[in-house]
């Protein structure tokens, strides 16, 4: 198997791997803002219900939430409810996972900063006659963006790795199809150029992520 | 605090409960279910010579034109679903699949959750070691006190045990050559039908299949869910492929006619 | 009957009673100025008036109007008490200035916020006038009118912001940032940011504190000249006696959650006739000495 014909297996398998990392992240960013605000919620049974919840999702590694997702319903219930996604049935599960792991993972991020803004921050709003919405919007969020794109970046690039774990169900992604030239052409460098492909993607984060903290860097909260 | 142990105690129960209450629930028989839907999916690993993809991208293999002669027998169409072989009776169990086909090996363990087909292929297992040691492995006796790899769970692992006490378990045979090829154990024991196609190419060029040293036999067949009916149909077709010779001329074209069972 | 009247405020946290019944007026255009040791409630009392914290009884009336009722409180939404609370304007120990945004735009943000609305009520008086134009000709009339009239409003903010940070003595610091800028400049501009809302009273929650000693003089100046050129209305609680002493029109002493004095200024720091104002006041000398001794070695 020649260099040009891995190069393109693997690239089929990258393709998956990005949609992965790029659906996760539209859906679970947004979700995790939710997530964040029933957790912080004074509404006592949502509040636990929401913490209960989220305890779960990162107390328990995201491999077996991949084969509760994808199989319990079909054991269970003896529907594989996936079934009728055809071909894209374990991309859409594996998703479906991600989102909800990653989401709680993000929810904490928010928590921890928004509880990071001082309470002389909304009392200045409130003294003004702004509404709540005017002072989450204009005051906090930008200060707790700035708080969270460190810890944010370290989970994104960890999402960028995980991703590769869609494959205990069948997920084609870069790392599938390099264990496939493996198992079928006994070749094992293309494990490790399928390394390289995380490494670029990666450091094209890093670059990304360090722009974004640059340009928060004017003010100090 | 409480209220959470007893609300999450309470879900383990309910859950638990159910799985146990559907577990026992027999719906409509599986050859009816797979008829109405009108195709039977085989979970397969990409695999040569049982099921791959030729130069054009085309599924072929002993396995795949196997599956397909059955198939059109029973007037239903088979597809292919590549799986995780690790995962292969969970998929089975959750109805991805209906039936794992690809040169699946028969064992006592096995049996105990899910139903064979009729064995098509013998195979046997084979002791690889690094290219340069083979000349050592005259016999069973020289594996003694070696170190060992073996796929988890499958027949090799049972056959790497007897020969020896260290033996580690890997998540699947290629891994196994490769703890080889990495020094980390001294010889694997792998299918033969995978060994011989893999064994002396690519980056697994500086490993032999130990030819003095022959292990017990074993048979190939399909799986299929606990108490399907499809066992008995398929076993029918089998048959039919066999007495009209449909089944030999296949094998004959992937190399593997001496290992059929007839 | 006085502009500002304060009727037995009460407030409990937990089983702490901080406030124990307060009661105080105010005219306008004067300066009330509040002292007391740590933890005799003036912080809360200031709270109160602004709704920060929710006082268990008690009554406040503006102008005569009652803009805070304990009784009836807990039945006003918050649309209505954020109304209510524009009386008062607060500047706060740690300046809480929004630290993303410069010092121009500090002191525009709340009212900025206040224009979509303004715009709203404008619109709709924009279609009775444009009634008899036809359809498509009075949409984008009106569009263009509210266009218009939206840029008049946020230029006219932005001209008040910069007027009010003149006056404070800001007119070159309008583009910092807060990390920019000295704590004297912060708490300038969030004098400028609470004069921008135009509140009927202007609440200082002991402004210096968190300043630098030789950082205090500044600010005192420009609440001096507050006094002096507009003639505002305040409540200061402060520890600089000397300030209190020569700036207000009346002074509060709080003890315990209680008025233990009230009066003129010459009446609480000159003639006081509780003990517990005469051993404040001593020790308040007393540190203020000390305080300039420690200066002194200093240097």
Same mark, same amino acid.
């Given at each position: 198997?020649?260099?040009?014909?891995?190069?393109?297996?693997?690239?089929?398998?990258?393709?998956?791997?990005?949609?992965?990392?790029?659906?996760?992240?539209?859906?679970?960013?947004?979700?995790?803002?939710?997530i964040?605000?029933g957790s912080m919620t004074k509404f006592k049974p949502v509040r636990y219900i929401v913490r209960g919840f989220v305890w779960i999702i990162r107390g328990t590694p995201?491999?077996l939430q991949?084969?509760v997702?994808?199989?319990v319903?079909?054991?269970v219930?003896?529907?594989?409810?996936?079934?009728?996604?055809?071909?894209?049935?374990?991309?859409?599960?594996?998703?479906?996972?991600?989102?909800i792991?990653?989401?709680c993972?993000?929810s904490e991020?928010?928590?921890?900063?928004?509880?990071?803004?001082?309470?002389?921050?909304?009392?200045?709003?409130?003294?003004?006659?702004?509404?709540?919405?005017?002072?989450?919007?204009?005051?906090?969020?930008?200060?707790?963006?700035?708080?969270?794109?460190?810890?944010?970046?370290?989970?994104?690039?960890?999402?960028?790795?995980?991703?590769?774990?869609?494959?205990?169900?069948?997920?084609?992604?870069?790392?599938?199809?390099?264990?496939?030239?493996?198992?079928?052409?006994?070749?094992?460098?293309?494990?490790?150029?399928?390394?390289?492909?995380?490494?670029?993607?990666?450091?094209?984060?890093?670059?990304?992520?360090?722009?974004?903290?640059?340009?928060?860097?004017?003010?100090?909260? | 605090m409480k209220k959470i142990l007893i609300a999450l105690v309470a879900v383990l129960i309910i859950v638990t409960a159910s799985v146990s209450l559907v577990?026992?629930?027999?719906?409509?028989?599986?050859?009816?279910?797979?008829?109405?839907?009108?195709?039977?999916?085989?979970?397969?690993?990409?695999?040569?010579?049982?099921?791959?993809?030729?130069?054009?991208?085309?599924?072929?293999?002993?396995?795949?034109?196997?599956?397909?002669?059955?198939?059109?027998?029973?007037?239903?169409?088979?597809?292919?679903?590549?799986?995780?072989?690790?995962?292969?009776?969970?998929?089975?169990?959750?109805?991805?699949?209906?039936?794992?086909?690809?040169?699946?090996?028969?064992?006592?363990?096995?049996?105990?959750?899910?139903?064979?087909?009729?064995?098509?292929?013998?195979?046997?297992?084979?002791?690889?070691?690094? %290219?340069?040691?083979?000349? =050592?492995? /005259?016999?069973? *006796?020289?594996? !003694?006190?070696?170190? $060992?790899?073996? &796929?988890?769970? +499958?027949?090799?692992?049972? %056959?790497?045990?007897?020969? =020896?006490? /260290?033996?580690? *378990?890997?998540? !699947?045979?290629?891994? $196994?050559?490769? &703890?080889?090829? +990495?020094?980390?154990?001294?010889?694997?024991?792998?299918?033969?039908?995978?060994?011989?196609?893999?064994?002396?190419?690519?980056?697994?060029?500086?490993?032999?299949?130990?030819?003095?040293?022959?292990?017990?036999?074993?048979?190939?067949?399909?799986?299929?869910?606990?108490?399907?009916?499809?066992?008995?149909?398929?076993?029918?077709?089998?048959?039919?492929?066999?007495?009209?010779?449909?089944?030999?001329?296949?094998?004959?074209?992937?190399?593997?006619?001496?290992?059929?069972?007839? | 009957?006085?502009?500002?009247?304060?009727?037995?405020?009460?407030?409990?946290?937990?089983?702490?009673?901080?406030?124990?019944?307060?009661?105080?007026?105010?005219?306008?255009?004067?300066?009330?100025?509040?002292?007391?040791?740590?933890?005799?409630?003036?912080?809360?009392?200031?709270?109160?008036?602004?709704?920060?914290?929710?006082?268990?009884?008690?009554?406040?009336?503006?102008?005569?109007?009652?803009?805070?009722?304990?009784?009836?409180?807990?039945?006003?939404?918050?649309?209505?008490?954020?109304?209510?609370?524009?009386?008062?304007?607060?500047?706060?120990?740690?300046?809480?200035?929004?630290?993303?945004?410069?010092?121009?735009?500090?002191?525009?943000?709340?009212?900025?916020?206040?224009?979509?609305?303004?715009?709203?009520?404008?619109?709709?008086?924009?279609?009775?006038?444009?009634?008899?134009?036809?359809?498509?000709?009075?949409?984008?009339?009106?569009?263009?009118?509210?266009?218009?009239?939206?840029?008049?409003?946020?230029?006219?903010?932005?001209?008040?912001?910069?007027?009010?940070?003149?006056?404070?003595?800001?007119?070159?610091?309008?583009?910092?940032?807060?990390?920019?800028?000295?704590?004297?400049?912060?708490?300038?501009?969030?004098?400028?940011?609470?004069?921008?809302?135009?509140?009927?009273?202007?609440?200082?929650?002991?402004?210096?504190?968190?300043?630098?000693?030789?950082?205090?003089?500044?600010?005192?100046?420009?609440?001096?000249?507050?006094?002096?050129?507009?003639?505002?209305?305040?409540?200061?609680?402060?520890?600089?006696?000397?300030?209190?002493?020569?700036?207000?029109?009346?002074?509060?002493?709080?003890?315990?959650?209680?008025?233990?004095?009230?009066?003129?200024?010459?009446?609480?720091?000159?003639?006081?006739?509780?003990?517990?104002?005469?051993?404040?006041?001593?020790?308040?000398?007393?540190?203020?000495?000390?305080?300039?001794?420690?200066?002194?070695?200093?240097?």
């Open positions: 198997m020649s260099f040009a014909n891995v190069t393109l297996e693997l690239l089929s398998g990258f393709g998956m791997t990005c949609l992965l990392f790029i659906l996760t992240l539209a859906f679970a960013l947004p979700l995790g803002l939710i964040c605000f995201l491999m991949l084969f997702v994808f199989y319903p079909g054991m219930f003896n529907t594989p409810i996936f079934a009728p996604f055809g071909d894209y049935g374990r991309f859409v599960a594996a998703l479906i996972a991600f989102v792991n990653y989401a993972y993000f991020i928010y928590r921890g900063g928004i509880e990071s803004i001082s309470k002389g921050q909304y009392e200045a709003g409130q003294v003004l006659g702004m509404t709540k919405g005017q002072i989450f919007f204009k005051i906090v969020l930008k200060q707790v963006i700035k708080n969270i794109v460190p810890p944010m970046s370290n989970e994104i690039i960890t999402l960028v790795k995980d991703t590769s774990l869609a494959r205990v169900i069948a997920v084609a992604d870069i790392i599938f199809k390099a264990e496939e030239i493996l198992s079928l052409k006994a070749l094992i460098w293309p494990l490790f150029y399928a390394g390289a492909f995380y490494l670029i993607f990666n450091g094209l984060l890093t670059l990304l992520f360090r722009r974004t903290e640059k340009s928060l860097s004017y003010f100090h909260s | 577990a026992c629930n027999n719906s409509k028989s599986d050859y009816e279910y797979i008829k109405n839907k009108g195709t039977l999916v085989c979970g397969i690993t990409l695999y040569e010579p049982m099921n791959y993809a030729d130069d054009e991208g085309e599924m072929t293999g002993f396995d795949t034109e196997f599956a397909q002669a059955v198939c059109e027998k029973l007037g239903i169409e088979a597809k292919f679903q590549v799986i995780k072989w690790s995962s292969k009776e969970t998929e089975l169990n959750s109805k991805y699949i209906d039936c794992i086909w690809n040169g699946f090996t028969v064992t006592e363990e096995r049996k105990q959750n899910l139903d064979f087909s009729q064995s098509y292929l013998s195979n046997k297992q084979c002791v690889v070691t690094k %290219a340069d040691a083979v000349a =050592t492995y /005259t016999s069973a *006796a020289a594996c !003694a006190g070696k170190r $060992a790899a073996a &796929e988890q769970g +499958s027949a090799g692992e049972t %056959a790497a045990n007897e020969l =020896t006490t /260290t033996v580690t *378990a890997v998540a !699947a045979q290629m891994t $196994a050559l490769t &703890e080889v090829k +990495s020094g980390n154990v001294d010889f694997a024991v792998v299918d033969i039908v995978l060994a011989n196609q893999i064994v002396g190419s690519g980056d697994y060029a500086n490993l032999a299949i130990a030819t003095g040293i022959d292990l017990a036999g074993e048979e190939y067949a399909i799986g299929f869910r606990k108490g399907s009916d499809m066992v008995e149909k398929v076993n029918a077709v089998i048959k039919e492929l066999l007495e009209s010779g449909k089944l030999e001329e296949i094998a004959t074209k992937y190399g593997l006619q001496g290992q059929l069972v007839k | 009957m006085a502009y500002l009247e304060v009727r037995n405020i009460r407030k409990s946290f937990g089983s702490t009673e901080v406030l124990k019944g307060i009661d105080f007026d105010l005219k306008q255009g004067e300066v009330l100025s509040i002292i007391g040791s740590s933890g005799s409630g003036k912080t809360t009392l200031l709270r109160c008036l602004n709704y920060l914290e929710t006082a268990d009884e008690g009554q406040v009336s503006l102008n005569g109007d009652v803009i805070f009722d304990a009784n009836t409180i807990k039945q006003e939404s918050s649309d209505q008490i954020r109304t209510r609370r524009l009386n008062f304007g607060m500047v706060f120990q740690q300046f809480n200035l929004f630290p993303q945004y410069t010092a121009l735009e500090n002191v525009m943000l709340a009212p900025n916020q206040v224009v979509p609305s303004i715009l709203k009520a404008k619109k709709a008086e924009f279609k009775i006038q444009y009634e008899d134009l036809p359809f498509i000709e009075r949409t984008r009339t009106i569009n263009r009118e509210v266009r218009k009239y939206r840029k008049y409003l946020l230029d006219n903010n932005k001209e008040m912001a910069k007027e009010l940070l003149t006056r404070v003595g800001l007119h070159d610091k309008m583009g910092n940032y807060p990390c920019e800028l000295s704590g004297g400049q912060c708490q300038r501009v969030a004098i400028a940011r609470a004069l921008a809302m135009r509140p009927n009273i202007l609440c200082f929650d002991e402004p210096t504190s968190a300043l630098d000693p030789e950082l205090t003089g500044e600010v005192l100046k420009v609440i001096r000249e507050l006094k002096e050129t507009t003639n505002s209305t305040m409540i200061i609680v402060t520890h600089e006696m000397e300030f209190a002493k020569h700036v207000s029109d009346k002074v509060i002493f709080m003890a315990n959650g209680v008025v233990e004095e009230a009066g003129t200024p010459k009446q609480v720091f000159d003639h006081p006739k509780s003990e517990k104002t005469v051993a404040f006041l001593k020790k308040a000398v007393e540190d203020t000495e000390y305080e300039e001794i420690g200066a002194v070695d200093n240097v």
